[in-house]
């Protein structure tokens, strides 16, 4: 059986003027013609209808010089059909463009030259996410062939583009991809792609504000724990609360490695009465979002090890296969760098359990530390760095032991203003009454409940701080206690 192939023929059709516009036709095998105008108008002169050229003649050349650049194109596009790499729609949307050259590919030139003006810890992650979403937007939107996404498809198909991220981004996400594209494509070619290059696909929508979720709300939602897989996202919210509301995300890259001191991890209680446990231990690690720097929280303050150590219980029952038992502080065999795939699906999982026991997103933790700490008179400043925003100045924006002694007192009395531990105690009363689990309570837990240690600091961090900071020391001018003084 005879192949067909694809043809797209450039021909002329005259104008009320007597020029001629030149257009392509496409056809293939018996189906029907489809047609597209380019831009090129000529002087119906400079057309040589026999050879379907136009004329070599030096008057015409400028004229002919467009109409090599569209044959060219032409035959570009010739190659990408019969190779089935794009369809004929594509084809014919790309001769409007045919002036345009091939580019590289966006990731390629943000590599290779956008990175090359920025400084080294230029935060680059925000840009590959959005890469990413942009590639796999298109991929739902069926314009595989326009993956990888060159620099010219923003041209040639900005309409299929912005429709793809629409498609699969709120108005908002959407606005915000694409100012961050513009930025780069603007380095490209500041002529062809302007400022605000794709303003007038900007959309945005009124956001409710992020209220954090009430103490009383917290304790409430532990009645409705009926079962192990809503226990497991009750205990992820408790942990990443603990961690100061780090991003679900983030939580899974929480590991042995990030320890910033190198000693035996065992659980830290402010001011107790029993030894071993007076020794604060920190991770260090980047959040997604603020790659760029990173910051420090405290990993053993009671109750966070018994959080941690019974949600890794109940993942042992709930996803076998995915428990980390190598690693101390890691929760799975994969986190989100790794596996974002699996990220994703565990995300909706803890939307999904934490909405129908706490009417409220994971997302939550953050805004309820940050609410906690405002309360308790912390300064703006401290509460960004607190949950590891990248907003900081001054001494905080660098390590200082000062700085650290207050971000741990004030994460201490935001544990103790939201009632963590009393809370905590409450889930193990209830998963005991409610046989959900064996044994899950720890010696610490049983020590803290005997004792009744509710919170970890009894007084206001700010006293605190004062008293273990500023402590003033009386000297004498004498530098020796028995040597008697002189006369100045």
Known sequence: MKRSYHNLTIYTRPLVNGDLSLWVRHKFGSGNYSYTKSDIVIPANSWDAKKKEVKSREEFKVYRDKFRQLVSKRQELIDKLNREEIQPEDALNQIRFYHIQDTPELVHFFENEFLASKPKDYNTEKYYSIFNELHNSLIEAKLKHLTPVKIQYFKTHTNQIVNALKATKKPNTATEYLKKLNTVLKVYDEKEFTDKYFKKYYETEDVKMKRPVKVEALNNAIKKINSLKRLEAYLYWLYSFCLRGLDGQDVTLVGDELLVEDYPIKDYIYDFDFEDYDMPIHIELSRKKTRARTFTVLINAYPTLSILNLLKDVIR??????????????????????????????????????????????????????????????????????????????????YSTIDEKRLDLIHLDVLGQYDIIRTYINLLKHIKETGLLENPVRDIDRLVYYTDKTQHLNESWRTILDKETYKRRKRSFDSDKDVVRETL
């Open 317 to 398: 029952i709930n996803r076998p296969d995915e428990v980390n038992e190598d690693d101390g502080l890691k929760l799975f065999n994969w986190d989100r760098i790794s596996n974002k795939r699996k990220w994703d699906l565990y995300a909706d999982f803890l939307q999904g359990r934490l909405n129908e026991i706490l009417g409220n997103s994971f997302k939550s933790t953050r805004h309820t530390v940050s609410s906690t700490a405002d309360q308790l008179g912390v300064a703006l400043s401290d509460q960004q760095a607190l949950i590891g925003n990248k907003s900081r100045s001054g001494s905080i924006a660098h």
